[in-house]
Each structure stands twice: as C-alpha cells, then as structure tokens.
C-alpha cells in the first residue's frame, strides 16, 4: 500500500544546532515534495518544494534533499531557534490532479 | 499579503445538528480544497474544486457532507447532521494552477461536536 511516513516522536534539539527531520515515502512516484511547517491550531505555512531531479535546495537557514532512489526526503534547519519549534509536515505530488498526499507530521521542539 | 480566509474561527455543534463552513480563496486561485485534520495526523483530503467543478470527492462522507463552490469563488462546506467523530480541525487552502501545487491553507476552522 502507499505511505509517506515521518518520525511520529516530537525530535527534541539544543538551540543552535543543526534539526534533521526525514520523510519517507513507499509506492509512490512523486514529482515534487513539499515541506510545510505547521503552528498549533493553525493551517500549515509552504515553506520548500524540490523536484524530482533536483537533488538539494535551500532557502536561509533550511534545506532539503531528495533521494528518489531510497524514496526519502530529508529536511534540515540550521543553527535552529526556539522560534522554529513547530510540527513540520511534508506532502507529495503525483502530478496526476495538483493533489497533494501528506505526512502524519514530526514535532520538532528547539531548547534554549 | 493575500491570504485565504475561512469562517467562524471556532465552532460547538451538539450531534445531530448542522453545521457550515465558509471559506474564501487567495483571489484567482482555480483550486481549491477542503481537508479535515485529527490531533497528530496530517490533513486528510475531503473535496478538490477546479473551478466550479468537483475534480475529487472520493474521500467526503456524502450520506453527511456537502460542498460547493457555486461561481468557481468562495466555497461552503456543510455536515449534517454532526457526529461526534467529526470533531476535528476544517482546513481551506487554494493554489494557482501552475506546474506545482504550493497549498495556501486558512486559519481553519475547529469543531467540536457534543
């Protein structure tokens, strides 16, 4: 069956260090993958998009890598805040309808 | 900056009774979406709109839940009657029908059924 699977326990990061968080996906063929970060009680913000013969992009202090050999996406925060702890989502595109299939999410909490 | 609105903000409804949600796309947006989001889970996709038109219900309970986009604008999603089990938060987002799908997603709207 089809899954996209993310870290289900919160990932818990000393302040200034570098957040790695990493989404998987099984059976799917996607074009592009999202990354979208999501504050408590509010709709997830689009923060990345890589495609699918990109192999790394970057955007300030984030970055995101994509493997479509291992089927794995891994997204990285650097010198992380506390200000960045929120839940971090990542979606796939099949490129069939402009339909988006997300993962379960993985809380990242940053200690000061 | 554009932004997607959705309303109310906040929603209780007893089981058994109506409800609605309203949401307001960023303005020339062709897609818009209605997904529904558990605790912990990541959004689930109910209806997609293209325009006026219905492009995948495939997941909307329609014994219960309606939608509809009436002038390809702003959108109505309905439950009725409410379930306890629908207690969840409502997400509206929009994108503009290019060659990728960045999703612009509202407040949303939390329900709580009693």
């Known amino acids: 069956s089809q899954k996209i699977e993310q870290n289900s326990e919160a990932l818990n990061i000393q302040e200034g260090k570098t957040a790695t968080l990493t989404c998987n996906y099984t059976n799917y063929s996607p074009a592009y993958l999202q990354w979208y970060r999501q504050d408590p009680g509010r709709g997830p913000v689009f923060l990345l998009l890589?495609?699918?013969n990109e192999k790394e992009k970057r955007k300030e202090r984030l970055k995101v890598t994509f493997d479509t050999t291992l089927k794995q996406s891994l997204f990285h925060i650097t010198a992380s805040q506390p200000a960045d702890s929120a839940t971090y989502l990542c979606a796939l595109d099949e490129r069939s309808n402009y339909q988006l299939i997300w993962g379960a999410g993985t809380k990242l909490i940053i200690k000061p | 900056e554009a932004e997607v609105a959705q309303s109310p903000r906040y929603k209780i409804t007893e089981k058994s009774q109506a409800v609605a949600f309203w949401c307001d796309p960023i303005?020339?947006?062709?897609?818009l979406y209605w997904y529904r989001q558990i605790l912990g889970q990541g959004p689930e996709l109910l209806v997609q709109f293209q325009d006026e038109s219905v492009v995948d219900d495939s997941q909307l309970p329609k014994d219960r839940f309606s939608a509809e986009r009436l002038k390809g604008v702003d959108s109505t999603l309905k439950i009725q009657p409410a379930e306890l089990g629908d207690s969840a938060m409502y997400l509206c987002a929009s994108s503009a029908q290019t060659d990728y799908t960045e999703a612009f997603f509202g407040q949303g709207t939390r329900l709580t059924v009693v």
């Open positions: 303005s020339g947006h062709a897609t």
């Open positions: 890589i495609r699918e």
